[in-house]
């Protein structure tokens, strides 16, 4: 599949949104105040994974190369966590012109071990250039060998200091390089510190009070389910940008940029809000997928675009590559138990109940308490990717009664990611339990929702009639709580079943479902769908259709 645009964050920096306008304002302005006042600050820009923040620092970098203003930037990296200094050392080799700039959310390929001899001859050189007006520096230059591809002979008074005068040495080095003797305004940016080792966090906040004047800018995800802010131990005076999602005004605009079109149809946006919640780089490849699957489809002469509900409707679409590979880096980051409650979850569908949850848990001999599993690892340590939908009263503490993904999108991709016989044996399992609780009294909200996920399960486990009549069933509760668009959703779902499957239900039932699509298109102002659906339900039943 070709994606929409080429790479990772692509061009979403070209795009202004009017949520995102009050945050660029803000950067614009501290740049200001440090190019006039040379007032230093530090910025923490805060938000989930594909939110924008690689956007808004490319803004900045852009605004700063407009005024002139040297901007320095980089990225920590989550296979270089345990490597010290690696983002500082990629700064400095871009201070010094020698490697390339950091670009549109991703950071240059600077493999060290591969820098041509010429280079290190080159680096080695330019080293002690920098320090020739410091002896005692110059003497500890041979340290810098375990960070730089230089090989400096080392000394025995070398040799013999303690790992931590050598670290705090190797500290006191970069500080003198990433020091500027013109004292002229700078801007250094680092993104994902989340993935900061601890050595440049510690030079991180030592350059926060030595390099200056300096605008510090950092981005960073949440991290389980929490503000960096507190571990990173920045003084209190860094300022925090958290971005939210996109509301859907931005989406649709977005969503008409990328797919060249000039209106975006309700059903559209609905969604795509559904899979992305308001994620732009999510919303871009669920308009993808959508495309793909044959659910969404574009006028290009008139620029307009349609959607087909029966094609999106518990449809496992298909991502691209990339989306694949950045979720993936999401799944790394947990531990092993917790990847493994994430991957069994996404089996569960778009609902997650908790107890159904904890007994295929239990099977993989992996225990999931109300707060914490038998690790004690606390639930939010995963809540970044999972959160409650619905939270029981049953007792004095809040214990969530069902689960869901924060994406949909998320949730797919991680589905995908699991051998397709052991999803089967999953779905296996969850039907034989929405079997056995199918009679059980409940409300039309909460029988929309169980049917719906028993029919899933059903569809999973390749039993297609079963699925079908859950499906039905969820559909007749959607009716009654007179929701249209999921009546719509889910009836055009039951009409892209082939006739061996609708066979098993009777023509009369058949027409009613056609019925019904047409008043739920009807209320919803489309006439022309709601007149077609009503007369094919007229011919199902051998009817006329009216000429007026």
Not at 203 to 220: E, G, H, N
Not at 349 to 364: D, F, P, T, V
Not at 440 to 464: D, N, V
Not at 512 to 540: C, I, P, T, V
Request: proline share 5%; glycine share 4%.
């Amino acid at each position: 599949m070709e994606p929409m645009f080429d790479n990772q964050n692509h061009d979403l920096e070209l795009l202004s949104f009017k949520s995102r306008e009050e945050d660029e304002a803000f950067l614009e302005e501290k740049l200001r105040e440090l190019v006039q006042d040379e007032a230093s600050c530090c910025v923490l820009i805060e938000g989930e994974d594909g939110i924008g923040k690689s956007a808004l620092v490319t803004q900045l970098m852009r605004i700063a190369r407009d005024h002139e203003v040297p901007c320095l930037a980089t990225a920590a990296d989550s296979l270089e966590k345990n490597t010290p200094y690696h983002p500082w050392v990629n700064l400095l080799l871009q201070q010094w012109d020698l490697a390339a700039p950091y670009h549109n959310g991703s950071v240059p390929n600077h493999n060290l071990q591969l820098i041509s001899a010429s280079l290190k001859a080159n680096l080695a050189s330019l080293i002690e250039e920098q320090l020739q007006y410091d002896d005692q520096l110059l003497g500890a230059a041979p340290l810098l060998n375990e960070i730089f591809p230089v090989e400096f002979p080392r000394s025995s008074a070398l040799k013999k200091m303690s790992p931590g005068a050598v670290a705090d040495k190797i500290k006191d080095l970069l500080l003198y390089f990433l020091t500027d003797a013109t004292e002229q305004p700078r801007v250094f940016i680092i993104e994902d510190v989340q993935w900061l080792d601890s050595y440049s966090l510690t030079l991180l906040r030592t350059a926060w009070k030595c390099v200056q004047p300096a605008m510090i800018v950092l981005t960073s995800r949440p991290v389980n389910g929490s503000p960096l802010l507190p571990r990173l131990l920045m003084p209190t005076t860094v300022d925090v940008l958290q971005l939210k999602p996109l509301p859907r005004s931005d989406v649709e605009m977005l969503i008409k940029k990328k797919l060249d079109v000039r209106s975006v149809p309700i059903t559209v946006s609905e969604e795509i809000h559904r899979r992305a919640k308001g994620n732009p780089l999510y919303s871009i490849y669920a308009a993808h997928a959508l495309r793909e699957s044959g659910a969404l489809a574009t006028d290009v002469k008139n620029k307009r675009c349609s959607f087909d509900p029966s094609r999106s409707h518990l449809l496992k679409l298909r991502y691209p590559q990339f989306i694949h590979r950045r979720i993936q880096t999401r799944l790394d980051s947990l531990s092993t138990t917790h990847r493994q409650v994430v991957k069994v979850a996404s089996t569960l569908g778009s609902h997650i109940e908790l107890n159904l949850l904890r007994k295929l848990l239990q099977e993989s001999q992996i225990e999931l308490h109300s707060g914490s599993f038998s690790s004690g690892a606390p639930l939010s340590s995963f809540l970044e990717l999972v959160e409650p939908s619905e939270i029981s009263s049953d007792s004095t503490e809040e214990v969530p009664k069902r689960l869901r993904f924060v994406h949909e999108l998320v949730r797919e991709v991680v589905y995908e990611t699991q051998h397709p016989q052991t999803r089967m044996e999953y779905h296996h399992k969850a039907a034989e339990k929405y079997e056995e609780e199918s009679n059980l009294p409940r409300s039309e909200s909460e029988k929309a929702i169980f049917f719906e996920s028993a029919a899933e399960h059903c569809l999973g486990a390749g039993r297609l009639q079963e699925g079908a009549g859950y499906l039905a069933l969820s559909a007749d509760a959607s009716y009654r709580l007179k929701h249209h668009r999921n009546i719509i959703s889910k009836i055009s779902a039951l009409f892209a079943f082939d006739q061996t499957v609708l066979k098993g239900f009777s023509r009369v039932r058949r027409a009613a479902w056609k019925r019904r699509l047409g008043m739920a298109y009807s209320s919803l102002g489309d006439f022309f769908l709601a007149r077609k659906y009503l007369e094919d339900g007229l011919a199902l039943l051998g009817a006329s259709k009216p000429h007026s």
